[in-house]
């Protein structure tokens, strides 16, 4: 019950997380027609990672958790070493260029 007298009334404070999974980066890579006749955009995963990046931005959280496959490596999408590496550092120099902290997790495209 309020008498009247000012409420001491803490501020609530949150934490905004952002969370995105299998980007499946392959800068350089043409888009896959898996044996299910699904097509997968490898061919378009700059733009698509970009668009993602600008999308997280835009929501400015406190902390980005991936929750794996930065990569097409693994082996399913036979990604020669040489571009395997360079997907992983560009995935991470990216993903690292935001301005909250980055916590990522392997999948299984990315060992």
């Not at 990569?71 to 301005?99: I, T, V, W, Y």
């Amino acid at each position: 019950m309020n008498d009247g007298t000012a409420v001491n009334q803490s501020t609530s404070t949150h934490t905004t997380i952002a969370l995105c999974t299998d980007t499946h980066f392959w800068h350089g890579s043409s888009n896959y027609v898996a044996s299910d006749g699904r097509t997968q955009l490898q061919g378009a995963t700059q733009q698509l990672q970009q668009t993602l990046l600008q999308e997280i931005k835009l929501q400015t959280p406190d902390l980005l958790i991936h929750l794996g496959d930065w990569s097409c490596g693994g082996g399913s999408f036979n990604m020669p070493f040489a571009d395997f590496s360079r997907a992983q550092q560009e995935a991470k120099a990216a993903f690292c260029g935001l301005s909250c902290p980055v916590y990522a997790l392997p999948g299984n495209h990315d060992c």
